[in-house]
């Protein structure tokens, strides 16, 4: 929740360092939402096996 607002003031504000820390900030937000809904549902097929 706080990466977006992060990053987006990181782009905002401009420059080569700032712009790649703050795609760096978008891709891990997005890889933990996608870790956070594919885990439990993982788990749940692992018990009905």
Do not use: H, K, T, Y
């Not at 080569?16 to 760096?24: E, F, I, K, M, S």
């Not at 885990?39 to 018990?47: H, L, S, T, W």
């Amino acid at each position: 929740m706080v990466a977006w607002p992060c990053s987006w003031f990181l782009w905002s504000s401009g420059g080569g360092v700032n712009l790649a820390v703050a795609v760096v900030l978008l891709w891990a937000s997005a890889l933990g939402s996608v870790v956070a809904i594919v885990a439990p549902m993982r788990r749940q097929e692992a018990r009905r096996c």
